[in-house]
């Protein structure tokens, strides 16, 4: 189905919030034939000087490629990224080892995204039936009528009508707020007592300070530090921890103190100036988490990426997660032949669990990103999970692979996981019961015939060993 040629749809589309998933959006919207306007609160991205907002680097995988395929630029993003195939965890002792994210050939991209945002726009831009309007705040905007008010680079007032207004504005959502005036509208926004904070690793004689192929990861159970690799050859670091340990540090020998006992092998990487000098330069940032429900109102508006849907970054999720918002409502509007009235409603009922299982998925991850990776059990079961997925591909998959390699729904992925776990989970119990059940049937058989010992004396001083170890 061509949507571009469908000229006789004229039906105006505004979309609030020209960020990625905004931009994006536009193409997609401006394919189908309707007139799009975007509507950006800040200026023009592809002319600032300074880009303002999180710098925190963006990890694309297969949901969000297939979104950028959708509008004909997947090829050249995936070239503007760098591929990294595994986890590299970095220890105390300074000893580095790779965890693979899947199989081979399976990776995940570390993209800019100051330059994505600026792809986006530019291609939005190269539609004639898309128009962009930078330095618009949304003041208010009616469900009932589709009218919008903004606030315009002149300092005036400004009004338009929409057909149809799609918010894309981010975790505080002026789109939303209307959204909270209405009853049976679900809202929670939440702070996790965690921040950030980046750092940079500055290139080495002209190369990578460290292998670019990876994740870098600095586990360290209540907090941890990771590294991305930039076209630049340098590494964006961000340090996750709580906000009462980074207000601890409050001198240069603190913060060097702290970097010593944690994080040794990186003090050399970043540079001791350079590590005092970004440190104190602004204070650690707050990550929210977002949930509500509908996504829409009437047949008048409808929210995506993080203003449906804001979730802390560890699982890597949050762009593609918007960017797939993208492709599951075009796939609706397919079904529903474009009609509004039916084409909300079905985006809710399908979207909202999705994302949900996503962002609790996130917070889940940050957990196993600073801790269990340290864990032996947890490399047991990622070598046994990866071993079984190769031996039955279509029964067992690792989480990990239907979130970052699938379009498996987010939500249909948690319920698989969680199948999948409980069976490998008793798998293990009952090989580990025989196990011991035939190692004391052959100690009995083959073992010391005297002193005799019984098959209830054995169990007996197995108990009581357990229980000393207790």
Known sequence: MDHSAKKNNKKRVAIVGGGLVGALNASFFAKRGFAVTIFESREDIRCAKVVKGRSINLALSHRGRQALKHIGIEEKIVSMGIPMHARMIHSLNGKQSPIPYGKKGQYILSVDRANLNKELLSVAEAYPNTKLNFNHKLLDWSPETGAMTFHGPDGNEKEFHADLIVGCDGAFSATRKQFLRRSRFNYSQTYIPHGYLELTIPPRNGDFAMKPNFLHIWPRHTFMMIALPNLDKTFTCTLFMPFEDFEKITTGNELLGFFQKNFPDSIPLIGVDALMRDFFRLPAQALVWVTCSPYHVLDSCVLMGDAAHAMVPFYGQGMNAGFEDCIVFNEIMDQFNEDFAAVLPEYTRVRA???????????????????????????????????????????????????????????????????????????????????????????LKYGPKKPHITAEQLWNRVLALKWLQN
């Open 353 to 443: 669990p999705d994302d949900q299982a996503m962002a609790e998925l996130a917070m889940y991850n940050y957990v196993e990103m600073r801790s269990h990776v340290n864990s032996r059990y947890f490399l047991f079961r990622k070598f046994l999970d990866n071993t079984l997925h190769f031996v039955m591909p279509k029964t067992i998959i690792p989480l990990y692979t239907m979130i970052t390699f699938t379009r498996t729904r987010y939500r249909q992925a948690v319920i698989q996981w969680q199948w999948q776990n409980k069976v490998i989970t008793h798998g293990l119990w009952i090989f580990g019961t025989m196990s011991i059940v035939g190692a004391a049937y052959l100690l």
